[in-house]
């Protein structure tokens, strides 16, 4: 007789170890299995006899070894939900250094909506920060001395961007405006997010952020200084996370980026000159004078493209070259 499927051979076992040593009700057995009384009597024969010893051990083998595939996936399980505890605990801290999140503004202050009567020819600039990968170590020798980058680097390139930003608004341009637009488009630490540079990085991603924010603090001030208003949409990059790989819930609040934009939102709260605009959506959508901007950095509903700053007239520009592609295509 060969032997019944494994579920059948595991309830007959069941059975046998439910009677303790006793008589089994055969009958009732055969009617919940669906079999007929005698091909029941003859099976557990057979497997009293040990005829199918050698399926049993496969059986058992096959338990092990989903036995172990569970034990594996359960502390798989376990380590993220410990993640998740210490995310929530960091997130938690963070609050309380900082004395809660800082209140965002909603929308774009009004100067940015209207132009100015008393301005001939309203601008307004439009500048984007990002990508300082503070921390970072680039050498001179490896590079066969086409490029270098650390942390001294970093400031004096900081200088020449707010320096030479203000000069061509000011001595290149009408001079006067109603305000300044600085985004802040993240990837402002090296983070360590890859093997080579967690090894050659010479900060860590506490200290990058710290060093960004008091350079952030100096940059801000002096647009403010200059400009007299300035209106500072914040987005978070790759480099500043704390996870793995990129997550999509949460995004934001696993990123050293957002912390820099708070410090940087809790030390100028009293300045009303800056407002900034952080939104947990990562993505900052704002008009100037009608013309609406979208800044973000992840698209990952996009075919994961790195947009980091798109306005109505890039999206026409888009959809144009799309256009005239697929055109190509249907004539090739």
Known sequence: MPPPSQAHILALKKAIQDAKGGP?????????????????QNQLAALQEGRWEETIEKINDKAKEELASLRIELA???????????????????QSILGGMVEQEPAPPDWLLRPSKSLKSPEVPVTFWSDWHAGEVVSRAETNGINEFNSKILEQRVRRLVETTIDLCVNHGPGKYPG???????DFISGG???????TDDATSIQSALHVRDLLIWALGQMADAFGRVFI???????????????????????FDWLIYQMLAKHFQGDKRLVFYIPASNEAHYQVYGVKYH?????????RRWDHFINRADHKRINENRKASSSVQKRL
């Open 24 to 40: 089994i009700n055969v009958s009732k057995l055969a009617r919940e299995l669906g079999i007929p009384r005698p091909t029941l």
């Open 76 to 94: 798989s399980v376990k380590r993220e939900r410990d993640d998740y505890r210490r995310a929530a605990i960091d997130f938690e801290a963070i």
């Open 180 to 186: 300044v637009v600085v985004n802040l488009g993240g």
């Open 193 to 199: 997010i890859h093997p080579e540079l967690a090894k």
């Open 233 to 255: 949409p914040c987005v978070a990059g790759n480099h500043g996370r704390n996870t793995h790989k990129p997550e999509y819930k949460k995004t934001v609040y696993q990123n």
């Open 295 to 303: 800044a973000r950095r992840y698209a990952w509903r996009q075919r």
